[in-house]
C-alpha cells in the first residue's frame, strides 16, 4: 500500500489561519479513501484545542540537530475520524500564542523540519514513501533529506512533493546558512538558498524537492512570469518541467447545503428554501426583510490579495444600487477602517462583521446569491468553491483558481456557472456586478439556469486526489 506523510505547518481543527489548514484536513482524507495510508505531522502548538491536546499518546523523545546544538523533540500520536496525526512537541517553538509571527521563525520552522525526518525512525508501523511537503514552513524537509540522510537504509527510497500554496509567503531570512541549518556553505547550497543576499526557504525547496505543485494550472503558468513571480519565476521557470498544478478540492460531506447544520433551511437545489436562508439572515441582522432584493456575501481574509482595493473603490457605486453586501472577514487595518466607515454610512444596505465565525460563514453562503472574489492573485481559492455548492454565484477576476474553475456566463452557448473579468480594475468589477444584476433581475430564467450550473459544478476532491496519486507512483517508478 502507497504511504504519504504530509509534512504542514497548519491543519484544521488543530491550527488553521487559512486555505492551507482546509486543504491538509481535507486532503489525506480524500487519498486514503483510494486506499492508500495517507497520514499528517505539525507542530504541537500551544493552542491547539485541548480536547486534542489530551488525546496524545507520546512516541519517542529523542533530539535533533538544529545547527551546532542539540534540542529535544518529542513525537505524539492521535488517531483523529480514521486519519493518524503525528505531532512534533517542543515547547520552546511551539508553545506560544497563535501559530506564526515570532523573531525566530527560521530557527523554529528548520527544527520542525529536521524532526520530522528523525522521527520517521520511530512510527513503527508506518514507512513513508512519499513526503509532501507544504510551503515554506516545510520546504527545508527535502533539503535535509538529500543532504544528511542519503546513505542512510530508511530514507534512500523517499520521494518528496513540494506544494506551493502562495508564492507571496517564502521565508525569507536575513540569516547564515550555517547558523541554523547545519549545513556549511557551498557552490550547491548557496544557488539553493541565495536571495538578493538573504536565505529563502522556498527557494531552496524548489530546488531539492522531486516535484513541485501548485494548486491550480493557471497559477502554475502564472508564476513562471515576472508579474506573479515574486521574484523566484526565474526559479520556476528552470524547473519547469517539475512544476504541476493541481487544483484544489473542498470536502463535499462538510460543505453540503442538504445537511448543514449552521444554515436557517437546509436544500439541495431548491431556490425557494435557499430563499429563505436570505429572509432569515436579513431579520438576523437587522437588515430590510425582502426577497427581491440581491445578497452580495464575502467571507474573506481583508487583504490586498483578495482584490479589497477594488471593492473599496466602488463601495459607494456599489451600495447606490439596489442591493445587500455581507461581509465577514479580518485583515489589514487599512481595508477594515475603510469598510466599518462605509457600513456606517450604509446601514441599510451593509453589514460588516470584522471576525471569523464558521456558522456565521456557512449561512452567508447560504443566504447570498452573488459571492465577490476580485482577487489580485489567487493560487486557488477555496471560498467561491463553497459557494458554488450552496448554489450561490460566484463573481470573480480572472486569475489563478478562479479562473481554472469559473466559467463567465455566455449568452451565445448558455454556458457557465459565474461571472467573470480579466483586468485588475475597480469599473470592470461593478460592471461584471451590475450585468449579473441584470440577469437577476430582468432574465430569471437564465439566472436560475446559471444557479443550476453553479449546483451541477463538482469540485470535491474526486478527481484531484487521484491526480496526486498519480503523480506519487510515477516518482516510485522512476
Ligand atoms: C492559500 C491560497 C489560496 C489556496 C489555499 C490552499 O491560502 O491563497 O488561494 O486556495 O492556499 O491551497
Redesign the pocket.
Known amino acids: 500500500m502507497l504511504k504519504v506523510l504530509y509534512v504542514a505547518s497548519e491543519c484544521a481543527p488543530f491550527a488553521i489561519t ?3 489548514g ?2 491538509i484536513e481535507s486532503l489525506p482524507r480524500a487519498i486514503q479513501k483510494k486506499k492508500v495510508d495517507a497520514r499528517v505531522i505539525l507542530p504541537k502548538y500551544g493552542n491547539i484545542p485541548a480536547e486534542y491536546k489530551k488525546e496524545m499518546m507520546h512516541v519517542k523523545s529523542f533530539t535533533v540537530p538544529v545547527g551546532w546544538r542539540n534540542q529535544y523533540a518529542g513525537l505524539q500520536v492521535f488517531e483523529h475520524q480514521g486519519i493518524t496525526y503525528y505531532f512534533i512537541d517542543n515547547e520552546g517553538y511551539f508553545k506560544r500564542e497563535g501559530i506564526y509571527g515570532y523573531f525566530d521563525e527560521a530557527e523554529r520552522f528548520s527544527f520542525f523540519c529536521r524532526a520530522v525526518l528523525e522521527s520517521l525512525q520511530y512510527m513503527d508501523d508506518f514507512q513513508p514513501d512519499i513526503l509532501h511537503c507544504n510551503d515554506w514552513q516545510t520546504a527545508l524537509v527535502p533539503v535535509f533529506l538529500k543532504e544528511f540522510y542519503w546513505d542512510k537504509p530508511l530514507y534512500q527510497k523517499i520521494k518528496t512533493v513540494f506544494t506551493i ?2 508564492l507571496k509567503y517564502q521565508g525569507v531570512f536575513w540569516m547564515n546558512v550555517e547558523d541554523v541549518l547545519g549545513l556549511s556553505s557551498s557552490k550547491q547550497y548557496d544557488e539553493a538558498f541565495e536571495f538578493y543576499g538573504d536565505i529563502n526557504f522556498m527557494k531552496a525547496g524548489i530546488y531539492y524537492a522531486d516535484k513541485i505543485t501548485t ?1 491550480s494550472n493557471t497559477y502554475a503558468e502564472e508564476i513562471k512570469t515576472a508579474y506573479f513571480g515574486e521574484n523566484l519565476d526565474g526559479v520556476l521557470r528552470k524547473f519547469g518541467d517539475k512544476l504541476v498544478g493541481i487544483i ?1 478540492g473542498i470536502d463535499y460531506n462538510k460543505y453540503n447545503p442538504e445537511s448543514d447544520p449552521h444554515i436557517y433551511a437546509n436544500y439541495r437545489t431548491s431556490l425557494a428554501k435557499k430563499e429563505q436562508n436570505k429572509l432569515m439572515l436579513q431579520e438576523d441582522m437587522g437588515l430590510p426583510v425582502r426577497n427581491n432584493v440581491p445578497m452580495l456575501g464575502m467571507v474573506s481574509r481583508l487583504t490586498r ?1 483578495k482584490g479589497l482595493d477594488l471593492l473599496v473603490y466602488i463601495i459607494d457605486e456599489l451600495l447606490s444600487l439596489d442591493v445587500q453586501l455581507v461581509i465577514l472577514g479580518v485583515g489589514e487595518y487599512g481595508y477594515e477602517h475603510t469598510l466599518r466607515y462605509a457600513a456606517e454610512r450604509h446601514p441599510a444596505k451593509m453589514q460588516l462583521f470584522l471576525m471569523f465565525n464558521e456558522a456565521m460563514a456557512r449561512k452567508i453562503y447560504a443566504a447570498s446569491d452573488l459571492y465577490l472574489m476580485p482577487s489580485l492573485f ?5 471560498s467561491h468553491l463553497i459557494a458554488l455548492r450552496y448554489g450561490t454565484l460566484p463573481v470573480v477576476r480572472e486569475t ?2 478562479l479562473k481554472d474553475t469559473i466559467q463567465s456566463y455566455n449568452e451565445c452557448t448558455g454556458e457557465g456557472n459565474g461571472f467573470s473579468f480579466t483586468n485588475f480594475n475597480a469599473h470592470d468589477f461593478l460592471f461584471t456586478i451590475k450585468r449579473a444584476l441584470d440577469f437577476y433581475h430582468n432574465q430569471p430564467v437564465i439566472w436560475n439556469n446559471i444557479v443550476k450550473n453553479a449546483f451541477k459544478a463538482n469540485y470535491s476532491w474526486h478527481t484531484s486526489a487521484q491526480r496526486y496519486i498519480d503523480l506519487y507512483e510515477s516518482l516510485l517508478s522512476d
Do not use: W
Not at 489567487?378 to 477555496?382: F, I, K, S, T
Open positions: 487559512g486555505g492551507l482546509d486543504v500554496h502562495n494548486v484544489n490579495q489567487e493560487p486557488c481559492g477555496l489563478g483558481g
